[in-house]
């Protein structure tokens, strides 16, 4: 943040209740910013995040969940090699969801997922998450709409609960717009290096490109709240998707005033 950048969580935040139209979200919105000027910034909040985090550690007084969604391609991946290579792999780590287990899918789809929200001091972060069981599984009817429509309100009801238990809750929405989709696809296509990450699959999840953007905008629309608010962060710009997750990530942690324990030690103490 500067004098001619206002915070980017005040930008990016979903106000509860409003209507999100992700058609009229720009996916290159950069918010004045340009690569150069973006990277110095970036920088010190990656910095800023490393002391919250050790603060954050020390203390062990909060719980911090990042939720991690978007579209195939939109750059979860990135943005844990990018912003999370900030933080002390000593009480961070990612949780991912896949396609569940069979032992999994015997249970509730929250099972899985409070099986992994972080303790006092841990910062966890949720490539993929609980959202899965309103999009994916709404996209492919994996259980009837009479099933996952109470889904919005029972999700809303899980975070209000964990964030009165304590944790701050932190959701990126990464995105991209049906362009940046297909170059990202295509580059992954044509370097070899990058094959290990192109699933044909993709492909055919890519035609149901407006079925995930209407289950996005419900999701972003009916499950922002005060107590877990989502952020739609435009990222066909690597850059500054980067930028605005190290910046609010720091901004929400920042507002927590994590402080290094006091501890009584007896004075003049020389160590033998
Ligand atoms: P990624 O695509 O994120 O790199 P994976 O290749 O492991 O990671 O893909 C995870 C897959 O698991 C995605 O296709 C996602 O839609 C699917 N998945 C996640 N949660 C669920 C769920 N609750 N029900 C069905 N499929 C799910």
């Known amino acids: 943040m500067s004098a001619d950048h206002p915070h980017l969580a005040e ?8 209507k999100v139209s992700l058609h009229e979200a720009d996916a290159n919105e950069s918010h004045g910013y340009t690569k150069d000027t973006a990277a110095k910034p970036t920088l010190d909040d990656l910095a800023r995040l490393t002391s919250l985090q050790e603060r954050l550690f020390a203390e ?4 911090i969940l990042v939720v991690l969604q978007g579209i195939d ?5 990135g943005t844990i090699r990018h912003v999370m290579s900030a933080l002390n792999p000593q009480g961070c780590w990612i949780a991912g969801f896949g396609v569940p287990t069979a032992v999994e899918s015997a249970h509730d789809y929250l099972w899985r997922i409070h099986a992994q929200t972080p303790a006092n001091g841990e910062i966890v972060v949720f490539n993929r998450s609980h959202y899965e069981s309103v999009l994916v599984v709404r996209v492919h009817d994996l259980v009837p709409e009479a099933q996952w429509r109470p889904r919005f309100a029972q999700i809303n009801a899980f975070e209000e609960l964990l964030a009165a238990e ?16 297909r170059q990202r696809l295509q580059a992954r296509y044509d370097d070899p290096t990058k094959h290990w990450k192109f699933k044909m699959g993709d492909l055919e999840e890519r035609k149901r490109w407006d079925d995930y953007t209407a289950a996005y905008e419900d999701v972003l629309s009916r499950c922002s709240t005060d107590a877990a608010p989502w952020y739609v962060v435009p990222a066909n710009r690597k850059w500054f998707r980067n930028l605005a997750i190290g910046e609010i990530l720091a901004d929400r942690l920042e507002a927590l005033k994590p402080e290094y324990p006091v501890v009584e030690l007896p004075p003049n103490l020389v160590i033998a």
């Open 166 to 181: 304590g944790t701050t809750i932190v959701k990126f929405f990464l995105h991209i717009d049906r362009d940046e989709q």
């Open 73 to 77: 391609t939109s750059g979860k991946d």
């Open 11 to 18: 930008r990016l935040i979903v106000k509860p209740s409003s």
């Open 60 to 63: 062990q007084k909060h719980p």
